[in-house]
């Protein structure tokens, strides 16, 4: 079946950056975009952006751009999020998501704190 | 970006009631290839978004009929017929017609 294994938890500090890890079984990685998503502590859920695996491609909400950069290893069937220079405003659960928004991650919490 | 109002905010219901979810969309989800991208989800506590009706109207995989969508244009419902008590948690719909990606605001199904 399919399965987004993400990483652990991360408390960082501001202006630090963190990466994040969504390892991906059970279907032809290359085969559909990986988008990520943010939710804010008991809030809704936000689009961050997209890649293909396949070829790298990247679409972005335009509120993340310059915070997110999306890359993928297809060797290991693996996609990875870095948020840039963080502040308080990125504290969240963040999600991984492919299929078409059908198959989710179980989220990486992001603390960030001094 | 396309605003998604979802209604009611919180939903008070007896096991085996029936809940009822509306979306509002800001403009029509009719892509241009014909197709309507507005999805239904439920996040439990503590979980990740799972897919519940994807399309308007089809049931993802493993989905009881208890759930079922409904609606075109800019308007969209869920109803949830005959409520178990896994059924409580926080429903969300979402759009991908149109760039970005959206999500309604949520609407929490509690227990009367």
């Known amino acids: 079946q399919v399965k987004l294994l993400q990483s652990g938890a991360a408390l960082v500090k501001p202006g630090a950056s963190v990466k994040m890890s969504c390892k991906a079984s059970g279907y032809t990685f290359t085969d559909y975009w990986v988008s990520w998503v943010k939710q804010s502590h008991g809030k809704s859920l936000e689009w961050i952006g997209e890649i293909y695996p396949n070829s790298g491609a990247t679409n972005f909400n335009e509120k993340f751009k310059g915070k997110a950069t999306l890359t993928v290893d297809k060797s290991t069937s693996t996609a990875y999020m870095e948020l840039s220079r963080l502040t308080s405003e990125d504290s969240a659960i963040y999600y991984c998501?492919?299929?078409?928004?059908?198959?989710w991650g179980q989220g990486t919490l992001v603390t960030v704190s001094s | 970006d396309v605003v998604l109002t979802q209604t009611p905010v919180s939903l008070l219901i007896s096991l085996g009631g029936q809940a009822s979810i509306s979306c509002r969309s800001s403009?029509?989800?009719?892509?241009?290839?014909?197709?309507?991208?507005l999805h239904w989800y439920l996040q439990k506590p503590g979980q990740s978004p799972q897919l519940l009706i994807y399309q308007v109207s089809n049931r993802f995989s493993g989905i009881p009929d208890r759930f079922s969508g409904s609606g075109s244009g800019t308007d969209f419902t869920l109803k949830i017929s005959r409520v178990e008590p896994e059924d409580l948690g926080v429903y969300y719909c979402l759009q991908r017609t149109h760039n970005p990606p959206t999500f309604g605001g949520g609407t929490k199904l509690e227990l009367k």
């Open positions: 403009q029509s989800l009719v892509h241009s290839n014909g197709n309507t991208y």
């Open positions: 998501t492919s299929g078409w928004f059908a198959y």
